[in-house]
T-cell receptor
Framework: SQTIHQWPATLVQPVGSPLSLECTVEGTSNPNLYWYRQAAGRGLQLLFYSVGIGQISSEVPQNLSASRPQDRQFILSSKKLLLSDSGFYLC?????????????FGSGTRLTVV | SQQGEEDPQALSIQEGENATMNCSYKTSINNLQWYRQNSGRGLVHLILIRSNEREKHSGRLRVTLDTSKKSSSLLITASRAADTASYFCATASNYQLIWGAGTKLIIKP
């Protein structure tokens, strides 16, 4: 069965420090991968998506970047965190194909920048 | 960007009652999906309804879709305390989903 792992669950980082959040998927090949951010009590904002290794599309210009070094690994990074980067970050995957048939989400990372 | 808008933003009902949430969207879609999010957790896919379907059931969940009005509703029957969560609709076109802001549902014991 397919599973998705996202870590860490919580993270407190000082302003100006780097960030690396990792997401891995098991039990499927060539998934579409997504990074979302969710502000408190709000909906989801798509940050990045990837349809294949090395293929990253950015939806919102910001202080963050994403990479997909392996088929089932998706990494969210920042060189220098800002206070506004605080939030709940979610990784998700879906099957290949043009019509999305549902996402499977990781358990999320709560990032607090202090 | 957000396309779906859930209504109401928050809903509080007694355990055992039915809960109805609505979602409106703006553009044509391939399908519409509903997700649940427990506090501080990831989202869980509940049900998907395709654009050529009008109604779908899954356990205590009933989803309707009216493409002429660009709206959908999620009905949870015989609510339980464990149904307390935020519920999101998402519309699918091509390779990604567009999300609404969610309805926060509280079931009072």
């Amino acid at each position: 069965s397919q599973t998705i792992h996202q870590w860490p669950a919580t993270l407190v980082q000082p302003v100006g420090s780097p960030l690396s959040l990792e997401c891995t998927v098991e039990g499927t090949s060539n998934p579409n991968l997504y990074w979302y951010r969710q502000a408190a009590g709000r909906g989801l904002q798509l940050l990045f998506y990837s349809v294949g290794i090395g293929q990253i599309s950015s939806e919102v210009p910001q202080n963050l970047s994403a990479s997909r070094p392996q088929d089932r690994q998706f990494i969210l990074s920042s060189k220098k965190l800002l206070l506004s980067d605080s939030g709940f970050y979610l990784c998700a995957w879906s099957g290949q194909g043009r019509i999305t048939n549902g996402y499977t989400f990781g358990s999320g990372t709560r990032l607090t920048v202090v | 960007s957000q396309q779906g808008e859930e209504d109401p933003q928050a809903l509080s009902i007694q355990e055992g009652e039915n809960a109805t949430m609505n979602c409106s969207y703006k553009t044509s879609i391939n399908n519409l999906q509903w997700y649940r999010q427990n506090s501080g957790r990831g989202l869980v896919h509940l049900i998907l309804i395709r654009s050529n379907e009008r109604e779908k059931h899954s356990g205590r969940l009933r989803v309707t879709l009216d493409t002429s009005k660009k709206s959908s509703s999620l009905l949870i029957t015989a609510s339980r305390a464990a149904d307390t969560a935020s519920y999101f609709c998402a519309t699918a076109s091509n390779y990604q989903l567009i999300w609404g802001a969610g309805t926060k549902l509280i079931i009072k014991p």
